[in-house]
């Protein structure tokens, strides 16, 4: 059964950081891409970042370039979002994705498997 767990969201102020884990189960992590979505309420799901299998390529979306870092340890089964500088733009429920295999998408489409969400409130 492929389980795909989000933590680390929270309460911060704007300026600060967060670091989002997001630790995955029933299946072999290291041969699949992962990925990082958000969703605002009444907005569409938004493509965050991506990691490639091996962590060699990584793809960022236009609002989140330079502030968000994703990593990802193979050993550990687990993908990392690393936020600084953060914004009340930011503000919404993050999600971890798993991706088609071969594949470092960037939209929805790409992906398989989701987690279940962690908020993330920045205050101004």
């Known amino acids: 059964q492929v389980q795909l767990v989000e933590s680390g969201g929270g309460l911060v102020q704007a300026g600060g950081s967060l670091r989002l884990s997001c630790t995955v189960s029933g299946y072999t992590f290291s041969n699949y891409g992962m990925g990082w979505f958000r969703q605002a309420p009444g907005k569409d799901r938004e493509f965050v970042a991506s990691i490639s299998s091996g962590g060699a390529n990584t793809y960022y979306g236009d609002s989140v370039k330079g502030r968000f870092t994703i990593s990802r340890d193979n050993a550990k089964k687990t993908v990392y979002l690393q936020m600084n500088m953060l914004k009340s733009e930011d503000t919404a429920v993050y999600y971890c994705?798993?991706?088609?295999?071969?594949?470092?998408?960037?939209?929805?489409?790409?992906?398989?498997?989701w987690g279940q969400g962690t908020q993330v409130t920045v205050s101004s």
């Open positions: 994705a798993s991706a088609k295999r071969g594949v470092v998408a960037t939209s929805i489409d790409g992906y398989d498997y």
